[in-house]
């Protein structure tokens, strides 16, 4: 179990920057996510991690230990890719046991940690099936204990559930955390799909081009989001132009295309004066519509559409032409807010006024 810490890391693909100077610290321990869009360099960087890709510059320490041009098999990482990569011809207990083996440890010994990476997995009971006889749950599981039967310092996880069913995946999900957890390592897993990654983990970075674009608990990126990339990737929200009218340390007063709404700041570090031009995210779940005004952060419109779907109804709040998505749970009031003119209010706390 090990503390990771990337500093300035760079790595180019002709005339692709794959990794601009990406900085990083993953505590021992921890579950540690990447996640970004297709071609944003999740992969680049874990398999730069791993020792499968040398990187152009900057440096990768495992705890005090500089690891960035050790070769892959003194590193100590466990990978799991996206395709598994099991081999076809051997059994799932052949398949596990292959990096004992190179490690040349006395026969008793890889039989027992094949046996125990298996246990932890549950896949025990298929020990002498090849990967052909087993569902694509059940492959995965085999790839993952073959990636902890070395006991890693650090597990590293390429998209591992991208080849599952929807269900499926929400079950290995958990799994996998409860594995991590209970054997104490320090894992970073890679996705493209925010819902896996803000259910599960302990901290998200997202990347975009090349760059980290936030670091935080899964909590800290959806409430408060630093700039509009990390708004819309993760979850849906309203984007609005605005002009800062007041700004103080607590809160801050903002003008819209739509009305005005006292906010919070996303980056306390940098608090805009006035006459600023920023931008608004404010989260369909966190407008509250109303027949009746509120006294501040609430605004007049019409209900454009609304769809019922029983536990949520979704609508689309038309004002000065600018339309705002609006969900709401337990959706009572649902027929009187149709074709009306009605308020929207959203709580100070949840307009988050970006820093871009
Ligand atoms: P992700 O895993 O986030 O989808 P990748 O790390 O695979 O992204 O890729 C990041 C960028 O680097 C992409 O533009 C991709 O085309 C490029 N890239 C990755 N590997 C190579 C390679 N071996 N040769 C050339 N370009 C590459
Ligand atoms: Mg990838």
Partial sequence: MVEIRIRKLLKRFQDVLALDHIGLSIHSGELFFLLGPSGCGKTTLLRSIAGFCLPDGGRICFGERDVTRLLPHKRGTGMVFQSYALWPHMTVAQNVAFGLEQQKLPRDEVEKKTGEALEIVQMKDYARRRPNELSGGQQQ?????????????????????????????????????????????????????????????????????????QVGTPMELYRRPKNTFVANFIGETNLLEGVVLRSHAEGIMVRTQVGSFSGVLSNR????????????????????????????????????TATYFGEIAHYQFEKNGISLKISELNPQHFESFQQKMVYAYASPEDVVILSD
């Fill in 269 to 304: 570090d940098r608090v805009p004066t006035a006459g600023t031009k920023i931008q608004v995210s404010i989260r369909p779940e966190v407008l509250r519509l109303d027949l009746y005004p509120s006294e501040d952060n609430c605004i007049e419109g019409h209900i454009e």
């Fill in 141 to 213: 599981r085999v790839a993952l204990a073959r990636a902890l039967v070395v006991r890693p310092n650090c597990l590293l996880l390429d998209e591992p559930l991208s080849n599952l069913d929807a269900q499926l995946r929400n079950e290995m999900r958990v799994e996998i955390r409860k594995i991590c957890k209970e054997n104490g390592l320090t894992t970073i897993y890679v996705t493209h799909d925010q819902k896996e990654a803000l259910s599960i983990a302990d901290r998200i970075a997202v990347l975009s081009k090349g760059k980290v674009e």
